[in-house]
């Protein structure tokens, strides 16, 4: 079982440790080390790790844009998938900030990640053409509360 007291703000301080994760499961998605100290550093960002047994076993980047955020990346390691750990992270960021909607460009041959997403109130509401790693990525929302129609209206133009 995955417990949400298991979770924690990363800083600079694991700096190696999100790094040498990150390299171990996620090489083919490529993060500068300039990347990683600015997400673990600036303020515009939240960074969280979930921990089993003092081992990193999921993060997850924010980017904290007042009422609406979004992620910017997830990860678990591939031992604990299916076992919460995104999802606790996500309620994590959705606890901690009282946004109206949170944002994901997820890769569209994606089909496991597309499946979560859906599975957790994400709904697709545009397309990005050859986005990541030279693939179309669709933008992706969760809705966490009634926002006014200029900001769907307004995500709708910019994203799509």
Same mark, same amino acid.
């Given at each position: 079982?995955?417990?949400?007291?298991?979770?924690?703000?990363?800083?600079?301080?694991?700096?190696?440790?999100?790094?040498?994760?990150?390299?171990?499961? +996620?090489? &083919?998605? /490529?993060?500068?080390?300039?990347?990683?100290?600015?997400?673990?550093?600036?303020?515009?960002?939240?960074?969280?790790?979930? +921990?089993?047994? =003092?081992?990193?076993?999921?993060?997850?980047? +924010?980017?904290?844009?007042?009422?609406?955020? $979004?992620?910017?990346?997830?990860?678990?390691?591939?031992?604990?998938?299916? /076992?919460?750990?995104?999802?606790?992270?996500?309620?994590? /960021?959705?606890?901690?900030?009282?946004?109206?909607?949170?944002?994901?460009?997820? &890769?569209?041959?994606?089909?496991?990640?597309?499946?979560?997403?859906?599975?957790?109130? +994400?709904?697709?509401?545009?397309?990005?053409? =050859?986005?990541?790693?030279?693939? $179309?990525?669709?933008?992706?929302?969760?809705?966490?509360? =009634?926002?006014?129609?200029?900001?769907?209206? /307004?995500?709708?133009?910019?994203?799509?």
């Amino acid at each position: 079982m995955i417990l949400i007291q298991n979770i924690k703000t990363l800083t600079l301080d694991d700096f190696a440790i999100l790094r040498m994760f990150h390299v171990k499961h +996620f090489h &083919e998605y /490529y993060i500068s080390d300039n990347s990683f100290t600015a997400y673990l550093s600036q303020p515009q960002y939240t960074t969280y790790g979930m +921990f089993h047994v =003092k081992r990193l076993i999921g993060y997850a980047i +924010f980017l904290n844009g007042g009422v609406d955020a $979004d992620i910017i990346y997830i990860a678990t390691s591939p031992k604990f998938r299916r /076992y919460g750990v995104a999802s606790a992270l996500i309620a994590r /960021y959705i606890t901690d900030y009282k946004i109206s909607n949170l944002f994901i460009e997820v &890769e569209a041959r994606n089909t496991i990640a597309l499946r979560f997403y859906n599975t957790n109130s +994400f709904e697709i509401i545009g397309v990005r053409r =050859k986005y990541i790693n030279g693939h $179309d990525a669709y933008l992706m929302v969760k809705r966490l509360a =009634k926002c006014c129609l200029y900001t769907i209206f /307004y995500t709708k133009i910019l994203y799509i």
